[in-house]
Every structure is written in structure tokens, then in C-alpha cells.
């Protein structure tokens, strides 16, 4: 598969664009979406990509691709966590399967980096009943600008902007 292929499957959310940060993101508002962090830089971290492995079901493969590299990786399903973490990752980061119809946006911006997951409701639903710790993700996420406020004065626009992405899943 190519770049263009790539971004073009990925369309129904990315409206065939590559975003330079994860604040740039407009996902429509009728695309379910849940917010990950903390994430470890560009890869999910451990806890995260299991239940993401458990709740897509079987596919044939995984794509990985990042904005700055015409490569994209693929990979059968299911993929495991040593594969995945030995990617020599970059920049904002892409996960999908075959069917494209998923998708997880990871951006290493903060630190240690953020990720967005869109996708249907059915498959949020399995992966917030797989990843517990929904709820201290989106606290840490809040308290980490709420930090970093009193040193960059657009933490708290940013935080608006990234709590803007999440169009879904009441867990609290």
C-alpha cells in the first residue's frame, strides 16, 4: 500500500489530510472518538494497545504510518506489543487495519504524548471495557495543562482544542 492509498482509505476522518499536530484535528462530530494518553511517545503504551488488539477483532493487518516517512508498516494481526514498540517511530503516528475502519492518531507533543481513537461505537465499547484507566487518563491529561498553564499560555486553548476530539463515551 501506498502514502496516498493510505490517507485516501482513511478519508471518512481524515478528509484525506495530514495534520501537523494533534490540536489541528476536526474529526466530524457523528465519528465516535476517545481520547488516550498518556501514551508512551509515539506507540501506544502496553495497557492501551492490548485492549485496542482485543477489541478490533481479527483482521487481516495493521498498518502503521507517520506524517514524515513514506513508509508504512504492515503487519499481521494479531501484532505484539515487543513488534509494535521496536518501531523506529518519528512523528505523529497513524494505526489502522486493513478495513480502515479504525483509526488511532498519536502525537508526541506533550509529554509523553496523546492519542485519539475513532472508530464505532461497538469497538470503543469493548476497548473502554478492556483499558480501565479511561478516567485517570483524561485527569492526568487535564491536570498536566492545567500545570503547564503557569509556563506556555496556550496550554489551557490546547487542552479546549484536544478535549474537543472526544466525541463519544461519557466514562466518568
Given at each position: 500500500m501506498n502514502k496516498k492509498?493510505?490517507?485516501?482509505?482513511?478519508?471518512?476522518?481524515?478528509?484525506?489530510?495530514?495534520?501537523?499536530s494533534i490540536e489541528e484535528f476536526v474529526i466530524p462530530s457523528d465519528i465516535p472518538?476517545?481520547?488516550?494518553?498518556?501514551?508512551?511517545?509515539?506507540c501506544l503504551n502496553e495497557e492501551q494497545f492490548n485492549a485496542l488488539m482485543e477489541s478490533i477483532?481479527?483482521?487481516?493487518?495493521?498498518?502503521i504510518a507517520q506524517n514524515d516517512s513514506d513508509k508504512i508498516y504492515e503487519f499481521d494481526f494479531p501484532m505484539s506489543y515487543n513488534d509494535y514498540q521496536s518501531l523506529d517511530l518519528?512523528?505523529?503516528?497513524?494505526?489502522?487495519?486493513?478495513?480502515f475502519d479504525w483509526i488511532v492518531v498519536i502525537d508526541?507533543?506533550?509529554?509523553?504524548?496523546?492519542?485519539?481513537?475513532a472508530t464505532?461505537?461497538?469497538i470503543i465499547d469493548k476497548f473502554l471495557s478492556r483499558y480501565k484507566n479511561g478516567v485517570r487518563d483524561i485527569q492526568n491529561l487535564i491536570a498536566f495543562h492545567y500545570r503547564d498553564a503557569s509556563r506556555n499560555p496556550h496550554s489551557m486553548d490546547n487542552l479546549i482544542k484536544i478535549l474537543s476530539l472526544w466525541n463519544?463515551?461519557?466514562i466518568m
Open positions: 492509498e493510505f490517507w485516501s482509505n482513511l478519508s471518512w476522518v481524515l478528509n484525506e489530510r495530514r495534520y501537523g472518538t476517545f481520547l488516550l494518553y498518556n501514551t508512551n511517545d509515539l477483532g481479527s483482521t487481516e493487518k495493521l498498518y518519528f512523528s505523529m503516528t497513524y494505526l489502522s487495519s486493513t478495513q508526541e507533543n506533550l509529554e509523553s504524548g496523546i492519542g485519539v481513537l464505532k461505537n461497538e463519544g463515551k461519557d
